[in-house]
């Protein structure tokens, strides 16, 4: 089972910049690569939301809310997808989690989950 590791959640005001990061460290590069990413939000009494992801061809799928703020990318070397986040809003405060999917060609990846990274947006 693969396992994610999300980091770089935290306290912002409005208006600024936060970098998540999400590991797969137990995974060879061969499955990095060949696999779908993706990052995921849920805030108090809301569902949980696709926010960003990308395929193994870099094709890549933002949520409207988030288009021209945010940008996912990969870096297969380190094992490591990103997700930048700019010009942060109140309404972007919730858990932030990273998923993973086995298809890699899909854009909306549900398989492997992390176990959440905090992020608080203050007015």
């Known amino acids: 089972q693969a396992q994610l590791v999300e980091s770089g959640g935290g306290f912002v005001q409005a208006g600024g910049s936060l970098r998540l990061s999400c590991i797969a460290p137990?995974?060879?590069?061969?499955?990095?690569?060949?696999?779908?990413w993706g990052w995921y939000r849920q805030a108090p009494g809301k569902e949980r939301e696709l926010v960003a992801a990308v395929n193994y061809d870099g094709d890549t799928n933002y949520a409207e809310s988030v288009k021209g703020r945010f940008t996912i990318s990969k870096d297969n070397r380190k094992k490591t997808v990103y997700l930048q986040m700019n010009g942060l809003k109140p309404e972007d405060t919730a858990v932030y989690y990273c998923?993973?999917?086995?298809?890699?060609?899909?854009?909306?990846?549900?398989?492997?989950w992390g176990q959440g990274t905090q992020v608080t947006v203050s007015s």
């Open positions: 998923a993973a999917d086995r298809d890699g060609s899909k854009l909306v990846p549900n398989d492997y």
């Open positions: 137990r995974i060879i590069l061969s499955t990095f690569t060949g696999r779908a």
